[in-house]
């Protein structure tokens, strides 16, 4: 057994990179009690606006970690995308659901990144097993025997501090240092594109621009324009071929872009600058005790709106199999189901961004948007858009979608009482006599009387949920059923559930 070095502090986990994607794994790791160090190079969080969208699969993540109260009272609901042509005229609508939908939550959310990222940040101060250090730079990592060893500066301080943990994620964003370490290529889905983003602060209301996202299908110049929250707005605007990265951020060259919407006595610019989107996933998302969330393992273009959600998905795929695997070897195997699930789901939406970028470049005709928004199994995304995980655990031609979120006869939703372990949601008469382990919360369409529709939508009389609320196996028989508990993965019964309701209530 190897011993560490005085001056090396232990933790379970390591997370490189306190952006949104490290910010949540730290929270869903301190929910299950994992002694967890987030390490940051910079001082305080990216202050400009990245992300102006999530959905409402990452606001139940946000819910599972206690904050989604806190971050919707900071966000718009968004009403939907209209595509435009070159001439103004509608191609396509896509309205998005106004009232609360299946996962409990809104389909589309507004918002600006920077209050998201304080929310996160500022609720990490109650989670007891979780530190962060920022002004902390990770430069080295070195996987030996059952440990990861890890060197970084204190750039406050000057000084090289070393700690040593069972695993190490790389939230460390597009230029990852923890994805050199883990030595992989990226698959490249075909699309780099400069396109230049700029937000700008309304100085007098300006109705007409509408709370609709809109895509201008102009060949000659596409752009999109994003309605924020409060007085914010977004254009994002292809920049041409030959044009210069520099000269087209400057504030004559974007008025001058701006001129068909907005001009400078209607608003102040709060920031112009050029991005190069890209398509990419990396090839191993883990090497031993290495692994890469967020925008470290992939990167879209923005037309779905979708680059951070996918990192907040990573995180809660990977956030209670980390806590599992420390419990011991049972644990341990789940992680090898962390990429295999998540990269064909983040590629699905890539694939749909990219589609969709294509179309608003070349004035797509309403067709071929549709189109565009078709997973290759003729699934219409627009209607619903979360694709499965690719192929890990459980069982049957459900495992890997998620559930909805039913709401308990006195109107609570179902995550805020079953805690963060395995959930059972079955009809009444499939569990009578049933035992169910103790660490699996059961909540029956007796409890929750809207549960019986989320049950049909999947054609199934019971189904047994995974912590992050995909579904491991269906059963329509009570001996379907008890087959299903007694294939759980022995590991699951581990999971702290803090928060089980009181027994009359499930
Ligand atoms: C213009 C634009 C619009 C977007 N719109 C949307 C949208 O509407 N919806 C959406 O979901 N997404 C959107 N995105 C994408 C979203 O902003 C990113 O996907 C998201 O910020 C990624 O989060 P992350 O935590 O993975 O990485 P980051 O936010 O990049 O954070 C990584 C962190 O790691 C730190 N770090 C790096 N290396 C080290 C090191 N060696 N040591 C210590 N710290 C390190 C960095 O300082 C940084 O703070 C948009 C992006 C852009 C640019």
Not at 358 to 382: C, K, Q, V, W
Not at 426 to 446: D, K, N
Request: hydrophobic share 40%; charged share 25%; glycine share 8%.
């Amino acid at each position: 057994m190897e011993t560490n070095r005085p001056d090396e502090e232990d933790f379970d986990v390591v997370i490189v990179g306190f952006g949104p994607v490290g910010a949540t794994l730290a929270h869903l790791l301190g929910l299950h009690g994992v002694r967890t160090l987030v390490l940051e190079r910079e001082s305080a969080a990216y202050h400009l606006p990245r992300a102006v969208h999530f959905d409402d699969e990452v606001m139940r993540v946000f819910q599972t970690i206690g904050l989604a109260d806190r971050i919707a009272a900071r966000t718009r609901v968004n009403p939907g995308m209209r595509f435009l042509d070159a001439d103004g005229r509608l191609l396509l609508d896509w309205p998005r659901p106004q009232e609360v939908g299946p996962q409990g939550w809104h389909a589309s959310y507004r918002v600006h990144q920077p209050d998201l990222e304080a929310i996160l940040r500022d609720g990490l101060a109650a989670r007891d097993d979780v530190e962060v250090r920022t002004r902390c730079d990770a430069f080295a990592i070195e996987e030996r025997g059952d440990h990861v060893h890890l060197r970084y500066e204190d750039m406050s301080r000057g000084r090289i501090h070393r700690v040593r943990a069972r695993y190490v994620v790389g939230c460390d964003g597009a230029r990852s240092l923890v994805r050199r370490f883990i030595e992989t290529g990226m698959e490249d889905y075909g699309f780099h594109e400069r396109w230049l983003v700029v937000d700008v602060l309304l100085t007098r209301p300006k109705p007409e621009l509408g709370d609709h996202s809109i895509q201008h299908c102009n060949p000659a110049r596409p752009a999109t324009y994003v309605r924020g929250p409060e007085n914010r707005r977004r254009w994002e605007i292809t920049v041409l071929p030959d044009e210069n990265s520099a000269r087209i951020a400057t504030a004559p060259e974007v008025w001058r872009l701006l001129a068909p919407w907005i001009t400078p006595d209607e608003a102040e610019l709060e920031r112009a600058a050029v991005y190069t989107f890209h398509s990419l996933i990396a090839e191993r998302w883990r090497r031993g005790r290495l692994f890469l969330a967020g925008d470290a393992a992939h990167q879209t273009p923005p037309f779905m709106g979708q680059g951070m959600c996918a990192g907040i998905r990573d995180a809660a795929n990977l956030g209670w199999k980390l806590a599992l695997a420390l419990d011991g070897p049972a644990g341990e195997s789940l992680l090898d189901s962390y990429q295999s699930e998540r990269h064909p789901n983040v590629r699905e939406y890539i694939t749909t961004a990219v589609r969709l970028g294509r179309l608003i470049n070349t004035s797509g005709t309403e067709a071929a948007l549709r189109a565009a928004f078709r997973a290759p199994d003729g699934a219409a995304r627009m209607e619903s858009i979360y694709p499965p995980l690719g192929p890990g655990l459980g069982t049957g031609p459900q495992a890997g979608r998620l559930f909805g979120q039913p709401r308990l006869a006195d109107g609570r939703r179902l995550d805020d009482v079953t805690g963060a372990g395995a959930v059972l949601v079955a009809e009444p008469a499939l569990v009578a006599g049933l035992r169910v382990p103790a660490t699996v919360a059961l909540v029956t369409t007796a409890d929750a009387p809207d549960a019986a529709g989320h049950l049909a939508r999947f054609g199934a009389r019971a189904v047994l949920l995974r912590p992050d609320r995909y579904i491991l196996g269906t059963a329509e028989t009570a001996e379907g059923l008890a087959d299903l508990l007694a294939a759980l993965p022995l590991s699951f019964t581990k999971l702290s559930s803090a928060n089980l309701p009181e027994p009359e209530m499930v």
